[in-house]
């Protein structure tokens, strides 16, 4: 009889599921895992082995599995209401999450629009600035504006405003056209220019563009402070600063996309804080209800939320819905997770844990094969690269980030590098003799990829 229970279940998935963002071929050599449970930092499989979620399932448990005060939250709504919709019908525990994320954003953000994932928020944001300028008279301004190597999700218009050609390239025919403008990237200052320096220096091109495109130009979209998807790349809030500034001169909108950024993870409750602005936009998913059940919240302004407010016959309301708007169980996994927040001082606490990281990982920075160390609050990143000095990087088909994949997860640690970057984003309740693990484990992974 056959007692590897992991290789049953991988059997029974291979045989109906397709993964995302996966090459199922792969899984002829490369070994799925099925998860049976998990328990704060913790996966486990069916086999009994264990890993060390280093990257909080895609960014979103931000206190880790199974958290029994956020598993009580939801198991009392269960028992209440488990969903209606949104349109003509409310309940409490959206209008109590509404009030606070309204309480704790950036001041003037004091409307919220729900969706249900990262993406279509994306989708919201786009469309709420466009449909603003059309209520406005101001129809011609239908574009939008990003900076180079951005990623707002993977549908359609999301895509358009993205700038990742691994996901975007094979569908360049569905795409709408949008103003990219050159990353301020620190990667790639100077020796010896600061991240603020470079920052600003990088914001001509954004100024140049808006000059130029103003008239058509609808909103500008960004990640603030870190590019998740293009490996965790960083930029100093100055830009931010910078680009509020110009947009208010050129009477155009801000959005800034914190689905992976925000609710703590960058050192401040969100990134914009630290720049201290507050856009026309703020869109929110992954992490806002612990990673338990998918929303995402748009946050705007009183002035966006008035350019609707008419007659129905006029066609001025923003007529967008998700069946799954607003959703009870979501909501109260939300309110749970800013209770956590709030309750255990996080803010803090993070700031103290991210320093912790950075001395554990200091050592790379003089490893050959490592460009750069960066770090923005709770996320660090490892640039793996062929050659130091000028920064060359392994070709990417040499899949050198999978062998550290493998070797963390032979080690117990779920690292998954993005490309030849690996990065810690783990949930907020990692200890130090965490953080040691998952530099040794990175470590000795770079020295085994690079071989």
């Not at 949930?427 to 130090?432: C, D, F, S």
Request: glycine share 6%.
């Amino acid at each position: 009889m056959n007692n590897d229970l992991n290789a049953q279940w991988m059997q029974r998935d291979l045989a109906v599921l397709w993964h995302p963002c996966t090459q199922m071929k792969d899984h002829e050599c490369i070994p799925l895992i099925p998860i049976q449970r998990a328990q704060g930092l913790y996966l486990e499989d069916f086999n009994g082995n264990r890993y060390l979620d280093a990257i909080s399932s895609w960014w979103t448990t931000l206190f880790g599995h199974c958290h029994p005060y956020i598993n009580e939250r939801i198991k009392a709504q269960v028992d209440t209401l488990e969903h209606v919709m949104l349109a003509g019908f409310s309940h409490q525990p959206v209008i109590e999450l509404s009030e606070r994320l309204v309480h704790i954003t950036p001041t003037g953000l004091n409307r919220v629009f729900y969706a249900d994932n990262g993406s279509s928020s994306i989708e919201v944001a786009l469309k709420m600035s466009l449909h603003y300028w059309r209520n406005q008279g101001q129809s011609q301004k239908t574009r939008f504006a990003t900076i180079t190597n951005g990623y707002h999700g993977e549908t359609i218009g999301t895509m358009s405003v993205g700038d990742i050609p691994l996901y975007t390239d094979t569908y360049k025919a569905l795409l709408f056209d949008s103003i990219k403008v050159p990353t301020p990237d620190c990667y790639w200052r100077e020796a010896g220019q600061s991240w603020e320096d470079y920052s600003r220096h990088m914001f001509t091109h954004m100024e140049k563009a808006l000059a130029e495109h103003h008239h058509h130009i609808a909103a500008v979209i960004l990640e603030p402070l870190v590019q998740g998807a293009a490996g965790m790349r960083m930029y100093h809030p100055v830009y931010l600063s910078l680009l509020r500034q110009a947009c208010d001169r050129y009477n155009v909108h801000l959005i800034v996309d914190e689905i992976a950024v925000g609710m703590g993870r960058t050192g401040t409750l969100f990134a914009c804080e630290q720049a201290h602005i507050t856009p026309d936009f703020m869109v929110l998913s992954k992490g806002l209800t612990g990673g338990y059940l998918p929303l995402a919240a748009v946050l705007t302004t009183d002035t966006v939320y008035e350019a609707f407010y008419d007659d129905y016959e006029k066609l001025n309301g923003f007529l967008h819905s998700h069946t799954y708007t607003g959703n009870p169980l979501a909501c109260a996994a939300a309110l749970a997770t800013l209770d956590l927040i709030e309750q255990e001082n996080i803010i803090q606490k993070n700031q103290q844990t991210a320093q912790y990281m950075a001395q554990a990982t200091a050592h790379l920075h003089d490893h050959p094969h490592v460009a750069e160390v960066r770090q923005t609050g709770m996320i660090l990143a490892i640039e793996m690269v062929k050659d130091k000095a000028s920064k060359t990087p392994f070709d990417w088909r040499e899949r050198r980030g999978l062998r550290i994949f493998n070797h963390a997860l032979s080690q117990g640690v779920l690292l998954r590098p993005l490309g030849n970057v690996i990065y810690f984003m783990p949930p907020y309740i990692i200890e130090k003799s965490h953080i040691d693990l998952l530099a040794q484990v990175a470590s000795d992974g770079i020295d085994l990829a690079v071989r």
